[in-house]
């Protein structure tokens, strides 16, 4: 039998309650060249009676049980299955659009250079709906790593040879964040990159792991970020990881003290990033900009001491902002708000 194009992988443990709605979103797809891999992690629900059911009908489904062994071990069990060119990811709540697949391998045919593609999601479900714009250029995407995750890990395409020439698996070691930790390795061999288009909705839900295991997962990429700031040729004190911390959480303080301090910290790893040249330079540096204007962005009830700080850094010129916005924030800052409790 010819090998397909695509392997859809979707691990699944005791996820019937919206098992369905994501079978039926993969098996709909304008693009039709696909084998579609689902794992199922010692369910105990009614997840096998599911996927029975869909595999009697449609050829391209695969079905692998395994006793109960975590996400990553099911992950790692599909990528060793998988026999497309490239390797899609689906979770089992959420919900591909029809043309998913077909945008994703004509980018990745007219990119050879990209080995991980994601794309933009919109969120629904428990919260109020949003989309999520990343960054899609390899230079933003690898600067941002630095920080977070910016690949939706159940909207990702990825080259299956990559993969393969370099021996890329998800690791046990950094559980509940084994996405971040594979797309910071990936970087290291090849380009990554968004498409900028919604091609997933992305359930938001109480029982997703990603509620279950959060200390796990921000002790996991804290350490994934550490690694990378030793890369980087920085070895963080404590308060400047607790810091770096707050600004990849993007939970900003509006005080002076950590404006500064936030500042220091920005412009230490630019200074770093210049000497060792891991990143690209303007890509590095809008990234900083970013997070330079958010954590001034709230603290315009400081006055024209934050608007004269955020103005007179380098950082501000890679902020992004516009003159219109610029403007805006001035006026904000002029109008010396009310400290808020």
Known sequence: MAAPCVSVLMPVCNGGRYLEEAIHSILQQTFSDFEFIIINDGSTDGTAGIIDR???????????EQPHQGLVQALNHGLEMARGVYIARMDADDVSLPHRLAVQVEFMDSQPAVGVCGTWIETYGRDRPEIRRYPCQDGMIRSSLLFESVLAHP????RRDMLNRHALLY???SPSAEDYDLWVRA???SLLG???HVLLRYRVHEHQIVNQYGAEKRATAQKIRLRQLHSLGVVPEEREMKLHEALASWQMMPTKDF???AHAWLM???SANQMTQIYPTEAFQRTLGCRWDAVCAPATHLGLWTWNTFRRSRLQASSGLSWKEHLKFGVKCG????QYA
Not at 155 to 158: A, L, Q, T, Y
Request: proline share 3%; glycine share 2%.
């Open 54 to 64: 869909y595999r009697l009908n449609d050829s391209r489904i695969r079905i692998y």
């Open 155 to 158: 909207s990702v395409m990825i």
């Open 171 to 173: 690791d046990a070691g």
């Open 187 to 189: 970087a290291q061999h």
């Open 194 to 196: 968004n498409v900028p």
């Open 259 to 261: 404006i500064l301090d």
């Open 268 to 270: 230490k790893l630019m």
């Open 335 to 338: 109008i010396r708000r009310k």
